[in-house]
């Protein structure tokens, strides 16, 4: 579809991520598709998806509006910090049914999209072919847990195993470890990826609560906690990192922090970390008791692939 204020490229660009729901040009886009029956996708049913189905849904009455997403439970990521650190502990609190929050008048189509062909405006999932005339991409982050060595999900919850982000079960494994961990106390290892996260509060989150567990159990004179942060920075704006690292100091178990280390490989049964140090090309081994992963995450792979849409890193 030709529109002379918004072409489907730039409309496709401005789309393409979650963060973006609030800014997207709908004045623009509702003067084209209040005259015309046009057909907008939506792929990716997470809070970005279901945030512009609804808002484009209100503000769009003549659209036709497909979700597509073979995901059909909903998870209310941010309370899977609440289950890791056990201020929740029924992981149903997360759990919704994708097709009681899709808007009424929103068709949803239950399947991946395998492929995009933006030269086409079409999407291609296992069942067919599906013209848009506009696209929103609101697929999220892919966890890239197979790029640290020796790690497997199933193994969360034991010798001190843990990661917020992986769904709600892994969250509730995660307290498993932690409780478990400060108990006793001990060396707990905290990480952050080389890539762009997720919620990058999280891992913070996560540090404040260990800190306070420990202190809670009494634990804390037999407690170390060591944060490696991938790059030069715990979070990427500065006044925010700089905030918690003054108010890490007051913990009970004031973590320290390493920078220019990116976890590598685990070996379960030691309990041991490799971490790569890029700044040097070397790389340096820990003990731990405690090790709460943040995996590196990408783009999807339908995004990852299509060359016309992502750059090398995806
Ligand atoms: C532990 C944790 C704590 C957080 N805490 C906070 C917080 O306190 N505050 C805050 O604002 N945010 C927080 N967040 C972040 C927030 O939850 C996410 O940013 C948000 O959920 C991302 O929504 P999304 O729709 O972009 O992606 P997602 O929720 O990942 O949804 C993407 C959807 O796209 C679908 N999809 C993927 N590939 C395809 C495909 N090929 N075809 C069709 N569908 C596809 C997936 O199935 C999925 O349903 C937290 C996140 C985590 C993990």
Redesign the pocket.
């Known amino acids: 579809m030709q529109n002379s204020t918004l072409n489907r490229r730039q409309f496709l660009k401005i789309a393409a991520?979650?963060?973006v729901v609030a800014a997207l040009p709908f004045g623009t886009i509702q003067a084209e598709t209040s005259k015309q029956n046009v057909h907008i996708v939506i792929?990716?049913?997470?809070?970005?998806?279901?945030a512009a189905a609804h808002r484009l849904r209100r503000q769009l009455p003549n659209a036709q509006i497909t979700i597509?997403?073979?995901?059909r439970e909903h998870?209310?990521?941010?309370g899977?910090?609440l289950l890791?650190t056990g201020v929740w502990h029924n992981a149903q609190k997360v759990k919704a049914d994708n097709a009681k929050l899709i808007p009424h008048g929103v068709k949803w189509l239950p399947?991946?999209?395998?492929e995009i062909q933006p030269d086409n405006q079409m999407i291609i999932t296992h069942s067919g072919k599906v013209h848009y005339d506009y696209l929103i991409v609101?697929?999220?982050?892919?966890l890239g847990y197979e790029k640290i060595d020796g790690f497997e999900i199933t193994a969360l919850g034991q010798k001190g195993l843990g990661s917020?982000?992986y769904s709600p079960e892994a969250?509730t494994a995660t307290w498993q470890a932690m409780d478990i961990f400060r108990q006793k106390g001990g060396r707990a290892l905290m990480t952050l990826a080389p890539t762009d996260m997720?919620?990058a509060?999280?891992p913070l989150?996560m540090t404040f609560m260990l800190a306070d567990r420990i202190r809670q159990a009494g634990t804390a004179n037999n407690s170390q906690i060591d944060f490696f942060a991938a790059k030069a920075a715990i979070f990427s704006v500065k006044p925010v990192a700089d905030k918690v690292l003054e108010l890490w100091q007051t913990l009970a178990v004031p973590p320290q922090v390493h920078y220019h280390h990116e976890l590598a490989a685990v070996d379960m049964d030691k309990q041991m970390a490799y971490f790569r140090l890029p700044e040097t090309g070397g790389e340096t081994a820990e003990q731990y008791d405690f090790l709460h992963i943040v995996p590196p995450m990408f783009a999807?792979?339908?995004i990852f692939n299509n060359n016309e849409l992502a750059n090398e890193n995806g």
Do not use: N, W
Request: hydrophobic share 35%; glycine share 16%; charged share 15%.
């Open positions: 991520a979650g963060s792929m990716g049913c997470g809070l970005a998806g279901l597509i997403d073979g995901k998870h209310y990521q941010p899977f910090t890791a399947e991946s999209v395998q609101a697929t999220g982050l892919r917020v982000y969250a997720k919620c509060g999280a989150k999807p792979d339908v």
